[in-house]
Nanobody
Framework: QVQLVESGGGLVQTGDSLRLSCAASGRTFTNYHMGWFRQAPGKEREFVAG???????SYADSVKGRFTISRDNTKATVFLQMASLKPEDTAIYYC????????????????WGQGTQVTVSS
């Protein structure tokens, strides 16, 4: 298994930017596709963005053009750069790592981080 630790969450205002980080350990990072999910109060966890080990990326429609996922394989870290934040982006953001791309995007057979809270005030 790969262990994941998120950081970078916080309280921001509408229109602000924020960068989340997820540090991985325990397994060879380059063997894992990585992703970000989020869960708002009363809602199910949803896919936000994912990146393959070849750096192909995928985004939810709700964040396209505003969020950017990237990875630094030398530091075993994946990032989520969030811009033009909206109150509806408020959620706990979870990092996920998996070895099957289609499964990762569905949050299946992945390792999860503990989550980091992002709150966007209006």
């Amino acid at each position: 298994q790969v262990q994941l630790v998120e950081s970078g969450g916080g309280l921001v205002q509408t229109g602000d930017s924020l960068r989340l980080s997820c540090a991985a350990s325990g397994r060879t990072f380059t063997n894992y596709h990585m992703g970000w999910f989020r869960q708002a109060p009363g809602k199910e966890r949803e896919f936000v963005a994912g990146i393959t080990w070849t750096r192909m990326s995928s985004y939810a429609d709700s964040v396209k053009g505003r969020f950017t996922i990237s990875r630094d394989n030398t530091k075993a870290t994946v990032f989520l750069q969030m811009a033009s934040l909206k109150p509806e982006d408020t959620a706990i953001y979870y990092c996920a790592g998996g070895q099957e791309w289609s499964s990762l995007q569905r949050g299946i057979r992945v390792n999860w981080g503990q989550g980091t809270q992002v709150t966007v005030s209006s």
